[in-house]
Protein backbone atom coordinates (compact mmCIF):
# COMPACT_ATOMS: atom_id res chain seq x y z
CA UNK A 1 0.00 0.00 0.00
CA UNK A 2 2.60 2.70 0.76
CA UNK A 3 4.73 1.56 -2.50
CA UNK A 4 1.70 2.25 -4.29
CA UNK A 5 0.99 5.61 -2.39
CA UNK A 6 4.92 6.59 -3.30
CA UNK A 7 4.29 5.63 -6.79
CA UNK A 8 1.66 8.51 -7.32
CA UNK A 9 3.23 11.73 -7.33
CA UNK A 10 2.55 14.62 -5.05
CA UNK A 11 2.80 18.10 -6.94
CA UNK A 12 6.72 18.66 -6.27
CA UNK A 13 7.52 15.51 -7.53
CA UNK A 14 5.82 14.84 -10.77
CA UNK A 15 9.38 14.91 -12.42
CA UNK A 16 9.98 11.98 -10.97
CA UNK A 17 7.12 10.45 -11.31
CA UNK A 18 7.82 11.06 -14.69
CA UNK A 19 10.73 9.40 -15.24
CA UNK A 20 9.72 6.27 -13.04
CA UNK A 21 7.19 5.91 -15.88
CA UNK A 22 8.92 6.70 -18.45
CA UNK A 23 11.23 3.76 -17.55
CA UNK A 24 8.36 1.48 -17.18
CA UNK A 25 7.56 2.22 -21.04
CA UNK A 26 10.44 1.94 -21.70
CA UNK A 27 11.21 -1.24 -21.01
CA UNK A 28 7.86 -2.18 -22.49
CA UNK A 29 9.20 -0.95 -25.60
CA UNK A 30 12.50 -2.72 -25.73
CA UNK A 31 10.85 -6.32 -24.64
CA UNK A 32 8.46 -5.45 -27.43
CA UNK A 33 11.17 -4.91 -29.78
CA UNK A 34 13.34 -7.78 -28.51
CA UNK A 35 9.66 -10.04 -29.12
CA UNK A 36 9.16 -8.99 -32.25
CA UNK A 37 12.96 -9.24 -33.70
CA UNK A 38 13.07 -12.44 -32.28
CA UNK A 39 10.02 -14.07 -33.78
CA UNK A 40 11.04 -12.82 -37.65
CA UNK A 41 14.72 -14.44 -36.88
CA UNK A 42 13.03 -17.34 -35.68
CA UNK A 43 10.66 -17.24 -39.01
CA UNK A 44 12.93 -16.28 -41.05
CA UNK A 45 14.87 -19.19 -40.33
CA UNK A 46 12.23 -21.67 -40.30
CA UNK A 47 10.86 -20.54 -43.12
CA UNK A 48 14.22 -21.11 -44.89
CA UNK A 49 14.88 -24.33 -43.56
CA UNK A 50 11.34 -25.20 -44.95
CA UNK A 51 11.67 -23.94 -48.39
CA UNK A 52 15.58 -25.32 -48.78
CA UNK A 53 14.54 -29.00 -48.28
CA UNK A 54 11.13 -28.70 -50.15
CA UNK A 55 13.87 -29.02 -52.91
CA UNK A 56 16.65 -30.61 -51.43
CA UNK A 57 17.28 -33.92 -49.62
CA UNK A 58 17.97 -34.88 -45.71
CA UNK A 59 20.69 -36.41 -46.90
CA UNK A 60 22.64 -36.90 -49.84
CA UNK A 61 24.96 -39.96 -51.17
CA UNK A 62 27.51 -39.44 -53.48
CA UNK A 63 30.46 -41.05 -55.34
CA UNK A 64 34.13 -40.36 -56.12
CA UNK A 65 33.48 -38.89 -59.43
CA UNK A 66 30.77 -36.95 -61.34
CA UNK A 67 28.51 -39.56 -61.29
CA UNK A 68 28.09 -43.03 -59.97
CA UNK A 69 27.08 -46.64 -60.85
CA UNK A 70 27.27 -48.29 -57.44
CA UNK A 71 24.44 -46.40 -55.98
CA UNK A 72 22.44 -50.03 -56.54
CA UNK A 73 24.35 -51.19 -53.74
CA UNK A 74 23.82 -48.54 -51.49
CA UNK A 75 20.15 -48.80 -51.13
CA UNK A 76 19.87 -51.67 -48.96
CA UNK A 77 22.09 -50.00 -46.48
CA UNK A 78 20.18 -46.83 -46.58
CA UNK A 79 16.73 -48.39 -46.44
CA UNK A 80 17.57 -50.47 -43.23
CA UNK A 81 17.72 -47.22 -41.59
CA UNK A 82 14.42 -47.05 -39.47
CA UNK A 83 14.42 -43.21 -39.79
CA UNK A 84 14.36 -43.24 -43.70
CA UNK A 85 10.86 -42.16 -45.53
CA UNK A 86 12.21 -42.09 -48.64
CA UNK A 87 15.39 -42.84 -51.27
CA UNK A 88 15.68 -41.87 -54.92
CA UNK A 89 18.59 -41.61 -57.19
CA UNK A 90 18.68 -38.21 -58.85
CA UNK A 91 21.02 -36.58 -61.64
CA UNK A 92 22.55 -33.16 -61.19
CA UNK A 93 24.06 -30.95 -64.07
CA UNK A 94 25.06 -27.52 -64.71
CA UNK A 95 23.23 -26.65 -68.81
CA UNK A 96 22.42 -23.33 -70.81
CA UNK A 97 18.77 -23.55 -71.21
CA UNK A 98 17.40 -21.04 -74.64
CA UNK A 99 14.10 -19.64 -75.77
CA UNK A 100 14.52 -17.82 -79.21
CA UNK A 101 17.46 -15.49 -78.49
CA UNK A 102 16.86 -15.78 -74.74
CA UNK A 103 19.47 -17.62 -72.90
CA UNK A 104 20.10 -18.54 -68.59
CA UNK A 105 21.92 -20.50 -67.31
CA UNK A 106 20.36 -23.39 -64.76
CA UNK A 107 21.08 -26.46 -62.78
CA UNK A 108 18.74 -29.47 -64.38
CA UNK A 109 17.99 -31.97 -62.06
CA UNK A 110 16.96 -35.15 -62.95
CA UNK A 111 14.32 -36.86 -60.37
CA UNK A 112 12.12 -39.73 -59.99
CA UNK A 113 8.74 -37.65 -60.40
CA UNK A 114 6.61 -40.88 -57.85
CA UNK A 115 9.25 -40.00 -55.28
CA UNK A 116 8.79 -36.13 -55.37
CA UNK A 117 5.62 -35.46 -53.41
CA UNK A 118 7.52 -32.03 -51.88
CA UNK A 119 7.93 -30.54 -55.33
CA UNK A 120 4.66 -31.88 -56.70
CA UNK A 121 3.15 -29.03 -54.38
CA UNK A 122 4.89 -26.31 -55.36
CA UNK A 123 3.42 -26.32 -58.89
CA UNK A 124 1.57 -22.81 -60.21
CA UNK A 125 1.19 -23.51 -63.42
CA UNK A 126 0.97 -26.52 -65.80
CA UNK A 127 1.56 -30.10 -63.87
CA UNK A 128 4.43 -32.20 -62.90
CA UNK A 129 7.03 -34.49 -64.84
CA UNK A 130 4.74 -37.49 -66.05
CA UNK A 131 6.22 -40.67 -67.86
CA UNK A 132 6.30 -39.05 -71.21
CA UNK A 133 10.33 -37.98 -71.94
CA UNK A 134 12.14 -35.12 -72.01
CA UNK A 135 9.72 -33.09 -69.85
CA UNK A 136 10.78 -29.76 -68.03
CA UNK A 137 9.41 -28.32 -65.19
CA UNK A 138 11.24 -24.62 -64.32
CA UNK A 139 11.21 -22.11 -60.98
CA UNK A 140 8.94 -19.42 -62.06
CA UNK A 141 11.82 -16.54 -62.42
CA UNK A 142 13.31 -19.03 -65.03
CA UNK A 143 10.56 -19.19 -66.88
CA UNK A 144 9.98 -15.72 -66.54
CA UNK A 145 13.59 -14.73 -67.69
CA UNK A 146 13.30 -16.86 -70.83
CA UNK A 147 9.55 -15.83 -71.45
CA UNK A 148 8.84 -19.45 -71.60
CA UNK A 149 5.43 -20.39 -70.92
CA UNK A 150 3.30 -23.93 -70.43
CA UNK A 151 3.52 -25.68 -73.83
CA UNK A 152 6.71 -24.17 -75.55
CA UNK A 153 9.65 -25.94 -76.99
CA UNK A 154 12.72 -25.13 -75.04
CA UNK A 155 16.32 -26.31 -76.09
CA UNK A 156 19.42 -27.24 -73.44
CA UNK A 157 22.75 -27.48 -74.26
CA UNK A 158 24.87 -29.66 -72.01
CA UNK A 159 28.67 -28.88 -71.94
CA UNK A 160 29.26 -32.80 -72.04
CA UNK A 161 28.99 -33.57 -75.64
CA UNK A 162 31.30 -35.34 -78.62
CA UNK A 163 34.45 -33.96 -80.02
CA UNK A 164 34.49 -32.60 -83.32
CA UNK A 165 37.99 -31.73 -84.91
CA UNK A 166 37.22 -28.03 -83.63
CA UNK A 167 37.08 -29.42 -80.05
CA UNK A 168 34.65 -30.68 -77.88
CA UNK A 169 31.59 -29.96 -79.12
CA UNK A 170 28.32 -29.40 -76.49
CA UNK A 171 25.53 -31.98 -76.58
CA UNK A 172 21.38 -30.25 -77.59
CA UNK A 173 17.97 -31.19 -77.08
CA UNK A 174 14.34 -29.99 -77.33
CA UNK A 175 12.57 -30.29 -74.25
CA UNK A 176 8.72 -29.47 -73.63
CA UNK A 177 7.68 -27.25 -71.21
CA UNK A 178 5.13 -28.63 -69.10
CA UNK A 179 4.97 -26.44 -65.41
CA UNK A 180 6.23 -24.02 -63.66
CA UNK A 181 6.93 -24.35 -59.85
CA UNK A 182 7.17 -21.71 -56.80
CA UNK A 183 9.20 -22.31 -54.69
CA UNK A 184 8.95 -18.93 -52.27
CA UNK A 185 12.71 -19.46 -52.46
CA UNK A 186 14.32 -17.02 -55.06
CA UNK A 187 17.77 -19.10 -55.36
CA UNK A 188 15.77 -22.33 -56.74
CA UNK A 189 12.84 -19.95 -58.88
CA UNK A 190 15.86 -18.47 -60.78
CA UNK A 191 18.21 -21.41 -61.60
CA UNK A 192 16.64 -24.64 -60.87
CA UNK A 193 15.25 -26.85 -64.03
CA UNK A 194 13.53 -30.63 -63.49
CA UNK A 195 13.25 -33.38 -65.31
CA UNK A 196 12.67 -37.02 -65.40
CA UNK A 197 16.03 -39.02 -64.25
CA UNK A 198 15.59 -41.03 -67.36
CA UNK A 199 15.67 -37.63 -69.41
CA UNK A 200 18.57 -36.73 -67.65
CA UNK A 201 20.05 -39.67 -67.92
CA UNK A 202 20.18 -39.93 -72.00
CA UNK A 203 20.62 -35.78 -72.02
CA UNK A 204 24.12 -36.53 -70.23
CA UNK A 205 24.70 -39.87 -71.74
CA UNK A 206 25.13 -41.67 -68.41
CA UNK A 207 23.82 -44.97 -69.09
CA UNK A 208 22.34 -46.10 -65.64
CA UNK A 209 25.20 -44.34 -63.96
CA UNK A 210 23.72 -40.93 -61.69
CA UNK A 211 25.04 -38.21 -59.82
CA UNK A 212 23.75 -39.81 -56.38
CA UNK A 213 21.13 -40.73 -54.17
CA UNK A 214 18.63 -38.47 -52.10
CA UNK A 215 17.43 -39.60 -48.99
CA UNK A 216 14.71 -38.04 -46.71
CA UNK A 217 13.64 -39.01 -43.08
CA UNK A 218 10.92 -38.86 -40.65
CA UNK A 219 12.67 -36.58 -38.76
CA UNK A 220 14.99 -34.25 -40.43
CA UNK A 221 16.57 -33.19 -37.13
CA UNK A 222 18.04 -36.73 -37.05
CA UNK A 223 19.71 -36.22 -40.01
CA UNK A 224 23.58 -35.73 -38.61
CA UNK A 225 22.86 -39.12 -36.70
CA UNK A 226 21.88 -41.30 -39.39
CA UNK A 227 24.70 -39.75 -41.72
CA UNK A 228 27.16 -40.73 -38.91
CA UNK A 229 25.76 -44.33 -39.39
CA UNK A 230 25.53 -44.46 -43.53
CA UNK A 231 29.45 -43.34 -43.50
CA UNK A 232 30.36 -46.35 -41.25
CA UNK A 233 28.53 -48.40 -43.20
CA UNK A 234 29.01 -47.06 -46.79
CA UNK A 235 32.98 -46.13 -46.96
CA UNK A 236 33.06 -45.85 -50.51
CA UNK A 237 30.48 -43.28 -50.45
CA UNK A 238 30.53 -39.45 -49.73
CA UNK A 239 27.51 -38.71 -47.40
CA UNK A 240 26.63 -35.36 -46.11
CA UNK A 241 23.74 -33.43 -44.24
CA UNK A 242 21.28 -30.93 -44.98
CA UNK A 243 23.32 -29.53 -42.06
CA UNK A 244 26.92 -29.96 -42.70
CA UNK A 245 25.70 -28.38 -46.38
CA UNK A 246 24.15 -25.17 -45.56
CA UNK A 247 26.32 -25.20 -42.04
CA UNK A 248 27.58 -21.79 -42.78
CA UNK A 249 24.36 -20.22 -43.93
CA UNK A 250 22.45 -21.26 -40.85
CA UNK A 251 25.24 -20.49 -38.57
CA UNK A 252 25.23 -16.67 -39.83
CA UNK A 253 21.45 -16.28 -39.29
CA UNK A 254 22.09 -17.82 -35.65
CA UNK A 255 24.90 -15.02 -34.98
CA UNK A 256 22.67 -12.46 -36.52
CA UNK A 257 20.11 -13.23 -34.11
CA UNK A 258 21.78 -13.39 -31.47
CA UNK A 259 23.88 -10.20 -32.27
CA UNK A 260 20.05 -8.43 -32.83
CA UNK A 261 19.29 -9.48 -29.24
CA UNK A 262 21.93 -8.23 -27.67
CA UNK A 263 21.61 -4.57 -29.40
CA UNK A 264 18.15 -4.59 -28.80
CA UNK A 265 19.00 -5.60 -24.84
CA UNK A 266 20.44 -1.74 -24.61
CA UNK A 267 16.93 -0.80 -24.60
CA UNK A 268 15.89 -2.57 -21.66
CA UNK A 269 19.11 -1.65 -20.01
CA UNK A 270 18.88 1.72 -20.54
CA UNK A 271 15.22 1.70 -19.12
CA UNK A 272 16.37 -0.30 -16.02
CA UNK A 273 19.10 2.45 -15.34
CA UNK A 274 16.33 5.38 -15.86
CA UNK A 275 13.96 3.43 -13.38
CA UNK A 276 16.80 2.97 -10.91
CA UNK A 277 17.67 6.61 -10.79
CA UNK A 278 14.06 7.66 -10.35
CA UNK A 279 13.72 5.53 -7.40
CA UNK A 280 17.32 6.97 -5.94
CA UNK A 281 15.40 10.43 -6.47
CA UNK A 282 12.23 9.05 -5.04
CA UNK A 283 14.59 7.86 -1.83
CA UNK A 284 15.74 11.39 -1.22
CA UNK A 285 13.22 12.85 -1.31
CA UNK A 286 10.81 10.68 0.72
CA UNK A 287 13.73 10.76 3.06
CA UNK A 288 12.06 12.30 5.99
CA UNK A 289 8.95 9.44 5.73
CA UNK A 290 11.25 6.54 5.85
CA UNK A 291 13.03 8.12 8.63
CA UNK A 292 9.13 8.19 10.54
CA UNK A 293 8.71 4.84 9.46
CA UNK A 294 11.56 3.86 11.13
CA UNK A 295 11.14 6.20 14.71
CA UNK A 296 7.65 4.16 14.78
CA UNK A 297 9.13 0.74 14.46
CA UNK A 298 9.46 -0.56 10.81
CA UNK A 299 12.50 -2.07 10.15
CA UNK A 300 15.09 -1.92 7.60
CA UNK A 301 13.32 -5.12 5.74
CA UNK A 302 10.02 -3.69 5.80
CA UNK A 303 11.59 -0.65 4.38
CA UNK A 304 13.70 -2.42 1.68
CA UNK A 305 10.53 -4.39 0.89
CA UNK A 306 8.34 -1.07 -0.09
CA UNK A 307 10.80 0.45 -2.84
CA UNK A 308 11.75 -3.11 -4.16
CA UNK A 309 7.96 -3.47 -4.32
CA UNK A 310 8.02 0.21 -6.19
CA UNK A 311 10.99 -0.98 -8.44
CA UNK A 312 9.24 -4.62 -9.01
CA UNK A 313 5.68 -2.67 -9.88
CA UNK A 314 7.40 -0.19 -12.07
CA UNK A 315 9.41 -3.49 -14.28
CA UNK A 316 6.89 -6.10 -13.90
CA UNK A 317 4.22 -3.79 -15.69
CA UNK A 318 6.62 -2.33 -18.41
CA UNK A 319 7.62 -5.86 -18.99
CA UNK A 320 3.44 -7.19 -19.08
CA UNK A 321 2.66 -4.54 -21.55
CA UNK A 322 5.77 -4.82 -23.75
CA UNK A 323 5.80 -8.79 -23.73
CA UNK A 324 1.28 -8.48 -24.74
CA UNK A 325 2.32 -5.84 -27.35
CA UNK A 326 5.35 -7.73 -28.72
CA UNK A 327 3.44 -11.17 -29.03
CA UNK A 328 0.62 -9.60 -30.67
CA UNK A 329 2.72 -7.91 -33.41
CA UNK A 330 4.71 -10.50 -34.19
CA UNK A 331 1.93 -12.66 -34.35
CA UNK A 332 0.29 -9.91 -37.23
CA UNK A 333 3.45 -8.46 -38.84
CA UNK A 334 3.37 -10.70 -42.01
CA UNK A 335 -0.20 -9.25 -42.55
CA UNK A 336 0.60 -6.00 -41.42
CA UNK A 337 3.65 -5.52 -44.44
CA UNK A 338 1.67 -6.64 -46.59
CA UNK A 339 -0.60 -4.14 -46.52
CA UNK A 340 1.85 -1.51 -45.90
CA UNK A 341 2.91 -2.94 -49.21
CA UNK A 342 0.05 -2.96 -51.05
CA UNK A 343 -0.71 0.86 -49.89
CA UNK A 344 2.76 2.45 -50.35
CA UNK A 345 3.62 0.89 -53.23
CA UNK A 346 6.54 -0.56 -52.04
CA UNK A 347 8.46 -3.49 -51.52
CA UNK A 348 9.81 -4.21 -48.27
CA UNK A 349 11.00 -7.67 -48.99
CA UNK A 350 12.61 -8.11 -52.28
CA UNK A 351 13.48 -12.15 -53.28
CA UNK A 352 16.92 -11.65 -54.82
CA UNK A 353 18.39 -10.23 -52.00
CA UNK A 354 16.68 -11.81 -48.83
CA UNK A 355 16.19 -15.42 -50.48
CA UNK A 356 12.27 -15.35 -49.61
CA UNK A 357 10.06 -12.99 -50.81
CA UNK A 358 8.26 -11.75 -47.44
CA UNK A 359 8.69 -10.93 -43.90
CA UNK A 360 7.90 -14.27 -42.27
CA UNK A 361 7.28 -14.02 -37.80
CA UNK A 362 7.05 -17.24 -35.96
CA UNK A 363 6.32 -17.12 -32.31
CA UNK A 364 8.79 -18.70 -30.36
CA UNK A 365 7.40 -19.54 -26.84
CA UNK A 366 11.08 -20.13 -25.22
CA UNK A 367 12.18 -16.96 -26.94
CA UNK A 368 9.23 -15.10 -25.06
CA UNK A 369 9.34 -16.49 -22.10
CA UNK A 370 13.22 -16.15 -21.54
CA UNK A 371 12.77 -12.14 -22.54
CA UNK A 372 10.42 -11.70 -20.08
CA UNK A 373 12.30 -13.88 -17.45
CA UNK A 374 15.36 -12.12 -18.08
CA UNK A 375 14.09 -8.36 -18.06
CA UNK A 376 12.38 -9.32 -14.66
CA UNK A 377 15.26 -10.62 -13.37
CA UNK A 378 17.62 -7.81 -14.58
CA UNK A 379 14.81 -4.98 -13.43
CA UNK A 380 14.33 -7.03 -9.84
CA UNK A 381 18.16 -7.09 -9.38
CA UNK A 382 18.55 -3.49 -10.27
CA UNK A 383 15.76 -2.47 -7.86
CA UNK A 384 18.08 -3.76 -4.49
CA UNK A 385 20.20 -0.48 -5.00
CA UNK A 386 17.96 2.36 -4.38
CA UNK A 387 15.60 -0.13 -1.79
CA UNK A 388 19.15 -0.44 0.29
CA UNK A 389 19.84 3.03 0.20
CA UNK A 390 16.72 3.89 1.44
CA UNK A 391 16.61 1.17 4.29
CA UNK A 392 20.22 2.23 4.94
CA UNK A 393 18.66 5.83 5.89
CA UNK A 394 19.44 6.70 9.46
CA UNK A 395 16.12 7.85 10.97
CA UNK A 396 17.88 10.13 14.15
CA UNK A 397 19.87 12.10 11.28
CA UNK A 398 17.00 13.17 9.14
CA UNK A 399 14.50 14.19 12.12
CA UNK A 400 17.32 15.70 14.29
CA UNK A 401 16.52 19.26 12.93
CA UNK A 402 12.85 18.56 11.93
Known sequence: MLARRYLRA???E???????WSSSI???IGVMALIVVLSVMYGFDKELKERILGFSAHIDLQGGGTSTAEWHSWLPVIRAE???????PYVSGQVLITMGPVSAGAILKGVVPEHEEELRRHIVRGRFLGDAPFELVLGKDLARKLGARVGDAVRLLTPVGGVSPAGMRPRMRLFHLVGIFDSGFYEYDIGLALTSLDSAQRLERLGDRVTGVEVRLHDRDRAATVAARLRAH???AWVESWMERHRSFFKALRTERITMGVILSLIVLVAVFNMVMSLVMVVMQR???????RTIGAGRGMVMRIFFLMGTTLCGLGT??????GTLLAWRLEGLLAWLERVLGVTFISGDVYYIDHLPSAIDPTSIALVVLSSLLLGMAATLYPAWRAAAIPPADVLRYE
Open 234 to 236: LPD
Open 14 to 20: RLVSLIG
Open 10 to 12: RSD
Open 26 to 28: GMA
Open 320 to 325: AIGAVL
Open 82 to 88: PQVRMVA
Open 287 to 293: RKEVAVL
